[in-house]
């Protein structure tokens, strides 16, 4: 399933300043534009099987251990911590 990222939610998903697109997510246009304007750093398909594994990971983490079962908390702290890594 995609995910189609606009101007409207552009901001949904970035955390920290940094917009990471993943496996399945598109970024229209018109986000492109927005993301450059507002010095959003967008990183493309950063070594997608990695980071696949990686989120995994960090959401197995979070909710065995700390018990965070919010689909967008969980998205959130993911995107973090792969922007501190890919620095």
């Known amino acids: 399933m ?3 990222i606009t101007r409207q939610n552009l901001h949904d998903f970035v955390s920290g300043g940094c917009l990471i ?3 399945g997510m598109l970024l229209s246009p018109g ?3 927005l993301a450059k304007i507002q010095g959003i ?3 493309r398909n950063p070594e997608s099987s ?3 594994v990686l989120q995994q990971r960090i959401q197995m983490l979070l909710v065995d251990e ?3 079962t919010s689909p967008e908390q969980i ?3 993911q995107q973090e911590v792969i922007r501190h890594l890919f620095k």
């Open 21 to 23: 697109l993943g496996k």
């Open 50 to 52: 990695a980071v696949e």
């Open 66 to 68: 700390f018990n965070i």
């Open 2 to 4: 995609s995910r189609l």
């Open 31 to 33: 986000a492109a534009d």
């Open 75 to 77: 998205e959130s702290i």
């Open 41 to 43: 750093q967008v990183i």
